[in-house]
């Protein structure tokens, strides 16, 4: 089904929330989500994979042990969110000529959009590669080029973020964005986390806060 790209980022903020991440990296994920959407990309539906693996697990095991070198998690898998989140308060070295070496991430489709954040903020187009896929971004196009089993693969054991590459082969943007049911359902199950059970005072005075009492 065909959702809003508004819909997508506040369904994919709650299930980040549901699944233990703070309130900080479940706005990250989900706007990570709703970029990749945008593009007609399946960013919800890699962020509701990636929630179920990483279900309640301690943030430092899927975390970079360290921002020098080429980065590694102690689990043997690295969120691309917080890896993402920690590529771009690193966007000064990246831009300014240094490659990041990335060693077995999940979901490695959901690192892009934080390539781009990186990018707009330096004005300058930014590449990231994997497997066989190369995705470029400027901030407000994308481009890729590469194998489409690899774009959406479910892992990798190494990923490289440049500054620079050629903006050729373009997406095109779109305005909804599209989710399959099951997709859906599974970030659902993770948003209804977030909000506290029902009482006979709540439900008679019609309350319906979340944990924080906001949306």
């Given at each position: 089904m065909q959702y809003s790209l508004n819909e997508i980022e506040?369904?994919?903020?709650?299930a980040a929330r549901g699944s233990g991440l703070s309130w900080g990296l479940a706005e990250d994920a989900a706007r990570a989500a709703r970029w990749l959407a945008s593009y007609g990309l399946p960013g919800p539906k890699l962020l509701a994979?990636?929630?179920?693996?990483?279900?309640?697990?301690?943030?430092?095991?899927?975390a970079p042990v360290s921002l020098s070198g080429a980065w590694s998690a102690p689990l043997g898998r690295m969120s691309p969110i917080i890896a993402g989140a920690a590529m771009s308060d690193c966007a000064n070295h990246l831009l300014g000529g240094?490659?990041?070496?990335?060693h077995d991430v999940t979901q490695p489709l959901l690192i892009v959009p934080f390539?781009?954040?990186?990018?707009?903020?330096?004005?300058?187009s930014v590449q990231i590669f994997w497997d066989d896929v190369c995705l470029t971004t400027d901030?407000?196009?994308l481009s890729v080029q590469g194998n489409s089993d690899a774009l959406t693969a479910e892992h990798t054991a190494r990923l490289t973020s440049v500054c620079g590459g050629d903006m050729t082969n373009l997406i095109i943007s779109v305005y909804r964005g599209e989710i399959d049911d099951m997709s859906w359902k599974r970030l659902s199950r993770f948003a209804h986390r977030t909000y506290a059970?029902?009482?006979?005072?709540?439900?008679?005075?019609?309350?319906?806060?979340?944990?924080?009492?906001n949306d």
């Open positions: 506040a369904l994919c903020k709650r994979s990636l929630l179920e693996l990483n279900d309640r697990i301690r943030f430092s095991d899927v240094e490659d990041i070496v990335m390539a781009s954040t990186a990018a707009l903020s330096r004005n300058q901030g407000r196009t059970p029902a009482t006979a005072e709540s439900r008679a005075s019609g309350a319906g806060a979340g944990l924080d009492g």
